[in-house]
């Protein structure tokens, strides 16, 4: 089993560092399981921040129950960020797609407090709650035609690729999460539409799930770092040249660019 996590690390790591996808890792194992892929994740993620590269937050993904099934999951599920995946917006964006950028608008919770309790409440959420920025993530598959299951999904850091950040902060007090709605265009068109109850209920909620999960995985969530708490609707694809503005109500705007 070691030298499958090893082996399955090294073929992701590869993928990342010379821009090649690869095929799927879950035929290293002799099950499809969410575990395996985690200790994939853990064991790039120890490397790369022995080699110098800076967690400076997570990520949700998977927190409609749509897309959990399509994925032959039954909860969500969480990667690693960096900071050579965050860029504020108005940066175009170089980066060469692996396989295929896809465009998911969501909401970043910038953290103030330590989120270190075995189980956490939605006051905990609260008063850890620094400010919000409306974010993009931009994700892309180091596996050949987002071939994946979720094995491979979760080992690969959940195919997080980028993040791009609002810059205007907003205090949790100022807007009612609750009821805010999410409209992304490319261009002058919208392509997609949805609401922040997409994640998991309430992007607090999501939050919440995700806390419990770190502390039980022995990596909690610590001030100054910073959540996507999953999409608030439909991925978009991107291609070169692609433009696209998200507003989300009581958030503002966010824009980036792809570059031709």
């Known amino acids: 089993m070691e030298n499958a996590i ?10 990342w560092e010379n821009g090649r996808a690869g095929e799927p890792v879950r035929d290293n194992f002799t099950a499809d399981d969410a575990l395996s892929g985690y200790m994939i994740q853990a064991y790039n993620d120890r490397i790369w921040q022995a080699e110098g590269r800076r967690r400076v937050g997570r990520k949700l ?13 039954s909860q969500p599920c969480y990667g690693t960020l960096y900071a050579d995946m965050v860029q504020a917006e108005g ?17 970043a919770v910038v ?14 959420m609260i008063n850890a709650c620094d400010y919000l920025l409306p974010a ?36 949790l007090t100022e807007v009612d999460i609750t009821r805010s709605q999410m409209v992304t265009r490319r261009g002058d068109t919208v392509v997609s539409e949805g609401s922040a109850s997409a994640c998991l209920g309430h992007p607090l909620a999501a939050l919440q799930w995700l806390a419990d999960e770190l502390v039980r995985a022995g990596n909690p ?6 959540v996507i708490t999953g999409a608030l609707g439909p991925a978009i694809a991107a291609a070169p040249g692609d433009v696209f503005t998200a507003e989300i109500s009581g958030l503002g ?7 031709r």
Do not use: Y
């Open 6 to 15: 090893i082996h399955a690390a090294g073929q992701l790591r590869a993928a």
């Open 136 to 171: 993009f993530e931009i994700v892309d598959s180091r596996v050949t035609g987002w071939n994946v299951k979720s094995c491979d999904f979760i080992a690969d850091n959940t195919s997080a690729s980028l993040v791009v950040l609002g810059t205007r902060p907003v205090r």
């Open 91 to 107: 940066t175009e964006i170089v980066r060469r797609a692996l396989t295929e950028q896809r465009v998911e608008t969501e909401i």
């Open 61 to 73: 993904a998977l927190t409609s129950k749509a897309v959990q099934q399509q994925f032959g999951m």
């Open 253 to 259: 705007t966010v824009t980036t660019t792809f570059a």
């Open 221 to 226: 969530l610590r001030a100054g770092e910073f």
């Open 111 to 124: 953290l103030k407090r330590d989120l270190t309790r075995e189980r956490h409440t939605i006051i905990d």
